[in-house]
Nanobody
Framework: VQLQAFGGGLVQTGGSLRLSCAASGRMSSNYVMGWFRQAPGKEREFVASIRWSSRHTYYADSVKGRFTISRDNAKRTAFLQMNSLKPEDTAVYYC???????????????????WGQGTLVTVSS
C-alpha cells in the first residue's frame, strides 16, 4: 500500500486544519491507518489511528477531544481533523498504515508497514 499525505500548513493558535492520507494498492479488511508526528528534536509520536473496517478509533491523550480521525472508504482516504490547535502541535505529520495491528501495539510506529511522506503543520502563537 502506498500512502500520500496532504493538508499541512500554517495556522494560528486555536485554529483548525484537516490532513488527508490517500491510499493506493491493496488494503486488507483488517487494515489500520494512523497518524504520527515528529517535532524538531523530538521522537516520532503516535497521534491517532482508525481500523478501516470497524472504524474503531484510537487517540493519544494529548489530542483527545481536539482531533478526530475518520475515513472515506470510497475515496480510500483517511482524514485527521485538527481543532483547537496549540503551538505544541507543531510538527511534521506522517500517515501510516498496516494490517492486523493488535490494540497493545496500535501506538507503536513499528507496527505500521507503510508510510506516507510527512506534511508540516505549524501553529503560531
Amino acid at each position: 500500500v502506498q500512502l500520500q499525505a496532504f493538508g499541512g500548513g500554517l495556522v494560528q493558535t486555536g485554529g483548525s486544519l484537516r490532513l488527508s492520507c490517500a491510499a493506493s494498492g491493496r488494503m486488507s479488511s483488517n487494515y489500520v491507518m494512523g497518524w504520527f508526528r515528529q517535532a524538531p528534536g523530538k521522537e516520532r509520536e503516535f497521534v491517532a489511528s482508525i481500523r478501516w473496517s470497524s472504524r474503531h478509533t484510537y487517540y493519544a491523550d494529548s489530542v483527545k477531544g481536539r482531533f478526530t480521525i475518520s475515513r472515506d472508504n470510497a475515496k480510500r482516504t483517511a482524514f485527521l481533523q485538527m481543532n483547537s490547535l496549540k503551538p505544541e502541535d507543531t510538527a511534521v505529520y506522517y500517515c501510516a498504515g498496516g494490517p492486523t495491528i493488535i490494540v497493545s501495539s496500535i501506538m507503536s510506529a513499528n507496527s505500521y508497514a507503510s508510510w506516507g511522506q510527512g506534511t508540516l503543520v505549524t501553529v503560531s502563537s
